[in-house]
Each structure stands twice: as structure tokens, then as C-alpha cells.
């Protein structure tokens, strides 16, 4: 598996094409300006691009989705419990985003530094959810041929003063087969309701769940500190010792180096 990594301007959130030896390919988290660089990557090598994958749906991960999606002609792809996200980027972001339109929040900021026009989000066309949906509906669009979606009882609610109240129940593992690429999406919810980890061929796609060192923020609408804790304890600190990590900010790591010295796993 090559991997090439492409830094988004806003908010430096990481951009990875995932390169099969067969040259098929699948593209995570397109944020800001990155759709050129992707592009151009696929186009060079000429590879087949199956999929963008969104490890959330904040919009420092996902605002190129739509361009990557149309100009490599291939579905998106997030937890269900995300997908709403992607119909207001600004909003579901709280104090980061600000309302949309508004030139003094913080995320309009950002981009407004780098040429992006805050007004011109457009949402991917062909979204295709997996997981389980805020209500427990069945996902009522296809997802890819060999994807299993599971349904899983909302049987875990718990919460405490230091969360929002609002506990995400966690989904069994999905399996995305895009065409000799396997993906394990495994839900992490937390960061946000819908979070997930990538696991593929000896990397972990962590998004804004774990960093070199540190984790991501539960302050934003729909983190959760308990849920978080959950899922440092029930998902990360399982993970495979071996498993090179790859978030969604900053520098890469591996598994069993956050075991060891990363302090909200260490006391997970
Ligand atoms: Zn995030």
C-alpha cells in the first residue's frame, strides 16, 4: 500500500490516497485546496480511484469532497451518524464555524486566508452513508458492493457533568471491499457522533479521534467526553500494537507508541 499525503491550507488537516499495488485507490479526508493535488496524483499514475472516505464530517476534512467525488467520478463515504453534517458545514461546528456567511468566524477566517470563498461549500452529490443512523433507519441509499451495514440496538447511554449529555452508542465494524482495497471502518464516536477509524493494511486513518500525543477536542456539537473515554478505552487502546497511525493533524505515529506515552491513553 502507497500512501501519498497531501496538507490541507485550513487547519492543516491531512489528506491521504491510498495506492493499491494494483493501482486501485481510495481517497481520505479531502479538505481544503487538495483536490487539484489529488487529481493530478491519480491522473500521473494513472490509477483507479474507488472512494472518498470522510473520517467525520468536519468541514477541514471534507470541504473538496465534492470536487474530488465529480472530477474522479466515485461515491463519499462516512458514518451515517456524520452524513448530516455535510449539509451545513458551518453550523456543525459550533463555535469554530460560526453561522455560514459570516466573515468573522473562525472557519471563514481560515479560508479566507488562503483564497477559499466561504460561500462556495458545495455538498458531494453521491453520498453513501454506512453505520447506524441517528434513530436506527437502515441506510436508505446503496453503499458499495461488499459493505455490510450493521444495525446495533442504542443499548449504551451513559453520561456525565464532563460530557454533553449525549452518549453515541458504537457500531460493530464495517468492511468496505472497493475493489481490492479493504477498509475496516471502525466507529469511534467522541470527537463526533459519527467519528471513525480507517483500518487498512497495517495503517490507522484516525481523523480527529487520536494525534501523535494527544486527542481530539469533545467541546465541538456532538463530541462527548464519556463517549470519548469509551471509545479511547473499547477501540483504541485495542488496537494492534503494530499499526502505523496516520490522524487527521500533525505528525504520524504508531499504536504502541501512543499506548505507551500518549497520557489520555495511558490513563484510558
Ligand atoms: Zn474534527
Known amino acids: 500500500m502507497d500512501v501519498l499525503t497531501i496538507i490541507s491550507p485550513v487547519f492543516g488537516a491531512r489528506c491521504s490516497v491510498l495506492v493499491a499495488d494494483g493501482g486501485a485507490c481510495v481517497v481520505v479526508d479531502p479538505g481544503a485546496l487538495v483536490a487539484d493535488h489529488v487529481v493530478a496524483a491519480v491522473v500521473e499514475r494513472g490509477l483507479r480511484p474507488r472512494a472518498v472516505l470522510l473520517t467525520h464530517g468536519h468541514v477541514d476534512h471534507t470541504w473538496d469532497a465534492a470536487e474530488v467525488a465529480e472530477r474522479l467520478d466515485v461515491p463519499v463515504l462516512l458514518h451515517a451518524r456524520d452524513a448530516y453534517r455535510l449539509d451545513d458545514p458551518f453550523g456543525t461546528l459550533g463555535s469554530l464555524g460560526g453561522a455560514a456567511h459570516d466573515p468573522d468566524g473562525p472557519l471563514a477566517q481560515a479560508l479566507a486566508l488562503v483564497g477559499v470563498d466561504a460561500a462556495a461549500y458545495r455538498r458531494p452529490a453521491d453520498v453513501r452513508p454506512f453505520g447506524t443512523p441517528p434513530g436506527g433507519f437502515a441506510p436508505d ?3 458499495p458492493a ?3 451495514p450493521v444495525e446495533r440496538p442504542s443499548d449504551e447511554h451513559e453520561s456525565d457533568e464532563r460530557g454533553s449529555g449525549i452518549s453515541t452508542p458504537r457500531d460493530e465494524d ?7 482495497i479493504t477498509v475496516v471502518a471502525r466507529h469511534a464516536p467522541g470527537h463526533t457522533e459519527g467519528s471513525t477509524l480507517y483500518l487498512v493494511a497495517g495503517l490507522a486513518l484516525t481523523g480527529d479521534v487520536l494525534f501523535a500525543g494527544t486527542i481530539g477536542r469533545t467541546d465541538l456539537p456532538g463530541g462527548d467526553g464519556p463517549t470519548m473515554a469509551r471509545t479511547l478505552r473499547e477501540v483504541v487502546a485495542r488496537l494492534d500494537p503494530g499499526l502505523q497511525v496516520l490522524p ?14 500518549n497520557p489520555f491513553l495511558v490513563r484510558a
Open 141 to 143: 441509499v446503496p453503499v
Open 146 to 148: 461488499g459493505t455490510q
Open 174 to 180: 464495517v468492511d468496505l471491499d472497493l475493489d481490492g
Open 248 to 261: 487527521g493533524h500533525g505528525p504520524t505515529s504508531d499504536v504502541a507508541a501512543e499506548l505507551a506515552a
